[in-house]
Each structure stands twice: as structure tokens, then as C-alpha cells.
T-cell receptor
Framework: DGGITQSPKYLFRKEGQNVTLSCEQN?????MYWYRQDPGQGLRLIYY???????QKGDIAEGYSVSREKKESFPLTVTSAQKNPTAFYLC????????????FGPGTRLTVL | AQKVTQAQTEISVVEKEDVTLDCVYE???????LFWYKQPPSGELVFLIR??????QNEISGRYSWNFQKSTSSFNFTITASQVVDSAVYFC??????????????FGGGTRLMVKP
């Protein structure tokens, strides 16, 4: 089945450690996105990528980094510079172009202890 | 800058009641797209509908209907005869036609709908 996978579902890390969240899609989408969701709030864009080897910062990129070496994969690294990393992280993908809806993965809940 | 406001943070209804979720948006652009997504307890967002700024026709899909009014910058979502399975957080989102900038969505804060049996 086509879709987006994110792993793991739950992730615990100690403060000061970098952590990488996985996102893979087999929908043949060119564009991929990372969002952060805090309790009771909407989604905020962290980074997005329209094509391989290219990505742009979203609204809250500080403390995060990404790579896009393959069309299917868009991993997100939460670095120790992110001051409040505990959140729910959602990955999405879409065809390029404004009119296309984004398809979302199941999310990763990151808790920094 | 774009902005989406969902003033209702939580709504509670009894099964079979009709319920309307409000969405008000702000943008200076004349070409834009509006979306509704559903987020069930599992966490994954599910796409419900897309509407472009030039199409003000209302849409009905089963028990779901959407009312788009440019005059009031609103894109409201109505569920008729609500069911317990409709319990979720619903998000309204906006994107503008921005050449080569990708499909960057601006989300509202979401409305949590609780349907009680």
C-alpha cells in the first residue's frame, strides 16, 4: 500500500542529545514537509523540500536540520539547540504545486527528559 | 502573511446532532486554496476537502458539507447527524498560489469535536 511511514511512534531522549526522526513515502511525491504540533495547537512548518537535494526553512526551523538525499526520504534531526523539543512531529508529502493536498504520516511523539 | 482562525477550541454534541465548525482566514492574495483536515486520536491527519478561491460553490459529501463565503472570508464545515466516530480534532488550512515556493500550509489552531453517544 502507498503511504507515509514515520518511525518510531514514540521516542524518548535525554536533554542535550541530538535525535533523528525518520520519514519515508512511496507515493512518488516530489515535495515533503515536517510539522511540529504542540498540545492544543495547530501545526507549524519546520522545513520543506520540493526536490531532492533542496530544502527550505519553514516558520520554526531553529534547532532543527534536514536532508533530502532520496526522493522517498526526508529525515529530521532535532538538535540540542532546540530549546523545547518535546512535541508531536508530523511528516507530510504532496505533488508539487499549490493545489495539491498533503498526505500525512502517523507522527512521532518525542519526549525529552 | 496568512492567518487562519478557528475560534471554537472545543465543541461537545450528542450523537445525531448537527454541528458546524467555523473557519475564518486572512490573506492579501486573490488566489489561494483552503483545506480541511481531520485528526483522529491516532494522530494522523486525514484530508477532507480542498477549495480554491474562485470556486464558491458549496460542497456536500455524505454527512459533510462545506460553506465557502469570500465576502466574510469564511470556510465553515458542517457535520449532519453526527456520530461518535466523528470525534476528532479538525483543522482548517490555507495556502496561497506562490510560484515555486511549494505548498506551504498555514493551519488554524484546530477545533476538538466530541460526539457523545
Amino acid at each position: 500500500d502507498g503511504g507515509i511511514t514515520q518511525s518510531p511512534k514514540y521516542l524518548f531522549r535525554k536533554e542535550g542529545q541530538n535525535v533523528t526522526l525518520s520519514c519515508e513515502q512511496n507515493l512518488n511525491h516530489d515535495a515533503m514537509y515536517w510539522y511540529r504540533q504542540d498540545p492544543g495547537q495547530g501545526l507549524r512548518l519546520i522545513y520543506y523540500s520540493q526536490i531532492v537535494n533542496d530544502f527550505q526553512k519553514g516558520d520554526i526551523a531553529e534547532g532543527y536540520s534536514v536532508s533530502r538525499e532520496k526522493k522517498e526520504s526526508f529525515p529530521l534531526t532535532v538538535t540540542s539547540a532546540q530549546k523545547n523539543p518535546t512535541a508531536f512531529y508530523l511528516c507530510a508529502s504532496s505533488f508539487r504545486g499549490t493545489s495539491h493536498e498533503q498526505f500525512f504520516g502517523p507522527g512521532t511523539r518525542l519526549t525529552v527528559l | 502573511a496568512q492567518k487562519v482562525t478557528q475560534a471554537q477550541t472545543e465543541i461537545s454534541v450528542v450523537e445525531k446532532e448537527d454541528v458546524t465548525l467555523d473557519c475564518v482566514y486572512e490573506t492579501r492574495d486573490t488566489t489561494y486554496y483552503l483545506f480541511w483536515y481531520k485528526q483522529p486520536p491516532s494522530g494522523e491527519l486525514v484530508f477532507l476537502i480542498r477549495r480554491n478561491s474562485f470556486d464558491e460553490q458549496n460542497e456536500i459529501s455524505g454527512r459533510y458539507s462545506w460553506n465557502f463565503q469570500k465576502s466574510t472570508s469564511s470556510f465553515n464545515f458542517t457535520i449532519t447527524a453526527s456520530q461518535v466516530v466523528d470525534s476528532a480534532v479538525y483543522f482548517c488550512a490555507l495556502t496561497i498560489l506562490y510560484y515555486n515556493a511549494g505548498n506551504m500550509l498555514t493551519f488554524g489552531g484546530g477545533t476538538r469535536l466530541m460526539v457523545k453517544p
